[in-house]
Structures are given as C-alpha cells and as structure tokens.
C-alpha cells in the first residue's frame, strides 16, 4: 500500500511558477514510476510528466520547457516545477504511483489533488 499527499497548489498570475510536492509513504517497490496528472473541468484526465526511480523523464508536449519534475528517493518525494503557467494549465493536478518502469498504463495509488489555478 502506497499513500501519497499533494501540496503546493495555489493561485497564481499567468507567467507566474508554482511547485508541487508530493509525499509518499508505505511499502513501494524498487522499480516503480511517479507521475502528475492533471485534470480541467469538463475533460478528462492527462498524464503530465512521470519519473522512474532511476531518474528518466518523461513530458507531454504541452508543458515540454516549462515543467520539470524531479525526486528525492530518500524522503520519497516527487516534485513539479511548473514555470511560465499559462491559464490552460489550470486544473486539479494528482500524484500517481505505479510500479514498473513504463510511464503508461494504469497507476496503481493516487493523491488526492491539490488545485492550481492560472489567472489570465
């Protein structure tokens, strides 16, 4: 069993920054992936940005130059550094763990999602 807790959610002006923080505790394997998600109202979910415990990343196109996730394996957390937010940015951004190596496919625990919000 995996918990993991967002933080760091917010307002902020459109080319403003943020970062998110997610903790996770409990039992995780030693081949696992975290990754943000994000979702806008009236959309569905998206994959945003996901790291392996060995380090590799992955974007979407979107954020590609203006997000860059990073973790800290020993206090078991995974960061987001968004910079340049624009108001298409805006939605509830989810931690998401899944074991394995492969940045797609079904995440086994999710956060509970901390809100940001990008004002034009």
């Known amino acids: 069993q995996v918990q993991l807790v967002e933080s760091g959610g917010g307002l902020v002006q459109a080319g403003g920054s943020l970062r998110l923080s997610c903790a996770a505790s409990?039992?995780?394997?030693?081949?696992?992936?975290m990754g943000w998600f994000r979702q806008a109202p009236g959309k569905e979910r998206e994959f945003v940005a996901g790291?392996?415990?060995?380090?590799?990343?992955y974007y979407t196109d979107s954020v590609k130059g203006r997000f860059t996730i990073s973790r800290d394996n020993a206090k078991k957390m995974v960061y987001l550094q968004m910079n340049s937010l624009k108001p298409e940015d805006t939605a509830v951004y989810y931690c998401?763990?899944?074991?394995?190596?492969?940045?797609?496919?079904?995440?086994?625990?999710w956060g509970q999602g901390t809100q940001v919000t990008v004002s034009s």
């Open positions: 998401a763990w899944k074991s394995g190596v492969n940045f797609f496919g079904s995440y086994d625990y």
């Open positions: 409990g039992r995780t394997s030693s081949s696992y992936v």
């Open positions: 790291i392996r415990r060995s380090g590799n990343t």
